[in-house]
């Protein structure tokens, strides 16, 4: 198999990111990192730290000149980043050294390749905010429709109680609506970097926190008031709220695996995987990628945390720790909302096996709601030992509870035992999620 899955031919519909994997290559991060410097460059002519002639040239030169990736390998790896390299390969081609000399003008690597990952990470947030809509429209469709469709709800994998399919649908979706929510303040995070060598911006000029503030504003990000080279809170901020999300979607791959496994089928996805061997076989493959991909992300944003541990003012092996786990994470929260799409959007509920399950118990999920009634006319734990002895007697004779009930206590609604009407507040939350997804989108 490849290195990643990102980056492979045969593998990259499976863990298809849409647009977001562009945004990881070599060439998009140089063309941000030269887009800051001609941005860098204006400002600090407005300023007057630069010439405005040099300026110019240097904005311009960031539009028009092409450099390849491979071209500054060697440097690279020298140097440990790849600013130096590009910064040279900028100057050179601009063949105008009387203006090339005031490229990168009192800033360090850090503040052009941090500053470039936010520019990023800014169409990340944009591109995830799409995905997410597309998913809880989906979402809010079929918890409408299926607010009343009755279903068993499960806990420790054991039938519990009545519920709806809708309200299942909503408790997938109500974790995405937060996180779609929660976008405007994850934006907060996308700062401007530029404070120089050692973070005390020494050699941007007398007001580095006027050209700081200037930058900000050129690139449309937020100016910290500070340097943050060493503080990765906005960077994990953001890679957090991306993990929220792609987390939610796993929940949701681990309960589609298990209503499609085979005795069950309550759930028909829309797109399922064949066996190579076994014709029969349809595989909840969607499914299996999310929880995949949940699972990558937790161990991807571990690590991104223990790397928020930078010593002093900078600290190359933390830094590294960044790059090589940062693009991963983003591209697979980017699969998840993908697979999500597709499964919110094509998935529906089997609402024959759904009743099947639940006739199949003989009224015990019944069992909470039948001490609750016997609690009207005695003591409740007397309504529920009563209760407890009728299930076992249930499930020794294998007689349904309904009739040991009846038998035992005649005078039971007749109606008492239809689980379409026993799933309390389940549809009203079906209803209300679909709402409140209506207003947002």
């Known amino acids: 198999m490849p290195a990643t899955p990102f980056d492979s031919a045969h593998l990259t519909q499976l863990f298809a990111t849409g647009d977001t994997a ?27 730290v630069i010439p405005e002639t040099a300026a110019k040239a240097i904005h311009r030169a960031g539009l028009e000149i092409q450099i390849d990736p491979s071209g500054l390998a060697e440097a690279t790896g020298q140097n440990g980043v790849s600013t130096p390299a590009l910064v040279a390969a900028f ?6 050294p009387e203006h090339a000399q005031y490229l990168h003008w009192g800033a360090t690597s850090q503040d052009i390749q941090d500053t470039a990952l936010m520019l990023r990470l800014r169409q990340v947030i944009a591109q995830q ?41 909503a408790q997938w979706g109500h974790p995405l609506l937060r996180a779609l929510n929660d976008a405007a303040s994850v934006r907060e ?12 911006g020494s050699a941007l000029g007398p007001d580095p926190a006027a050209i700081r503030a200037g930058l900000a504003e050129k690139l449309a990000l937020s100016d910290p008031g500070r340097s943050w080279h060493t ?36 759930v028909i996805l829309g797109g399922t995987g064949a066996s190579s061997t076994m014709p029969q076989k349809q595989n909840p493959v969607g499914p299996s990628a999310l929880v995949a991909l949940g699972h990558h992300v937790q161990g991807l944003f571990a690590t991104l945390q223990g790397a928020a541990l930078h010593r002093q003012q900078r600290d190359g092996a933390a830094w590294f720790t960044e790059w090589l786990t940062l693009p991963q994470l983003v591209l697979s929260s980017a699969a998840a909302l993908t697979h999500a ?7 529906r509920p089997n609402p024959a096996a759904m009743q099947t399950t639940l006739d199949s ?81």
Request: aromatic share 4%.
């Open 22 to 48: 562009r945004l990881f290559s070599d060439t998009a991060e140089i063309r941000a990192m030269m887009m800051i410097e001609g941005a860098l460059a204006q400002v600090q002519a407005a300023h007057g």
């Open 91 to 96: 100057r050179k081609e601009m063949q105008a």
């Open 129 to 169: 905010e799409t995905r997410l809509k597309a998913i809880l429209g989906g979402l809010a469709s079929l918890a409408e429709e299926h607010a009343d469709t009755p279903m068993a709800a499960r806990t420790y994998g054991q039938h519990a109680t009545p519920s709806s399919f809708g309200a299942q649908v």
């Open 189 to 200: 995070n996308l700062w401007v970097s530029l404070s120089g060598a050692a973070g005390t």
């Open 231 to 266: 503080d990765r809170a906005p960077v994990l901020a953001i890679l957090g709220w991306l993990v929220q999300m792609t987390l939610a979607t796993g929940k949701m791959g681990e309960d589609l695996i298990l209503a499609t496994q085979s005795g069950i089928g309550e």
């Open 341 to 347: 799409e597709t499964l919110a959007t094509s998935l």
């Open 361 to 441: 118990t003989g009224g015990l999920l019944m069992a909470e709601a039948l001490t609750f009634e016997l609690a009207k006319t005695i003591p409740r734990p007397d309504a529920q030992a009563s209760v407890k002895t009728l299930c076992a007697q249930a499930r020794d004779t294998g007689t349904p509870l309904a009739d040991i009930a009846r038998a035992a206590h005649p005078d039971l609604p007749g109606d008492f035992f239809d689980t379409a009407r026993s799933m309390g507040a389940a549809p009203s939350e079906a209803r209300t999620f679909a709402a409140a997804v209506r207003a947002v989108i």
